[in-house]
């Protein structure tokens, strides 16, 4: 993904300053009652500490993006995410309407967790409710949705979790856009 290739640029022109610094606070040893090299030291300390900050393994960023269907949300993260690249649909069925985790892999994949039987049972009783609030409202199109593709939910249910690797990223986008 081209914002990964971004960072790694930004920490290889980070790593040349970090060095730069170094050699030169490393001929101005000797010579400190002349020059001030304490701001200098401050700045690359601060750098340091910035950037082991970033890239600590145990730090994991989430963010959550919320807004009503065709607000934009999958063109947003698109932009984002994948330099443009329409890699999350953008069709007039909302694939985004369930929880939609992205997280950075090497490998071209997806990762996708269905709902478990008592799951569906709750959606399929909320979609024949009459109750006007949103959780009955998704579960109404959720199943209007699958009644139209002529899927048989039950056959995803008994899977529980599927993870599908792709050649290219472009088999993916793909088979995200059936």
């Given amino acids: 993904m081209q914002i990964f290739e971004k960072t790694a640029s930004e920490q290889k022109r980070i790593d040349e300053f970090l060095n730069i610094t170094e050699k030169h ?5 000797g010579y400190e009652e002349y020059v001030q090299t304490s701001l200098l030291k401050g700045v690359r300390e601060d750098l340091l500490q910035i950037t082991n900050n970033f890239y600590c393994n145990d730090r994991k960023l989430n963010i959550g993006i919320i807004g009503q269907v065709k607000a934009g949300k999958s063109t947003f993260l698109n932009t984002l995410l994948f330099d443009g690249k329409p890699v999350l649909p953008t069709a007039r069925t909302p694939k985004t309407a ?4 992205i997280e950075y892999s090497k490998e071209n994949r997806i990762c996708v967790e269905y709902y ?8 399929e009783e ?17 199943m209007k949705m699958v009644a139209e593709s002529g899927i048989n939910p039950y056959t995803y249910i008994e899977k529980q979790k599927e993870d599908i690797a792709f050649p290219s990223l472009e088999e993916l986008m793909g088979q995200l856009n059936e």
């Fill in 126 to 142: 909320y979609g024949q409710s009459e109750i006007e609030d949103n959780e009955h409202t998704v579960a109404r199109e959720t």
């Fill in 25 to 29: 606070l490393e001929k101005l040893k």
């Fill in 98 to 101: 369930a929880l939609t985790k």
């Fill in 116 to 123: 478990d039987i008592n799951e569906w049972k709750t959606l």
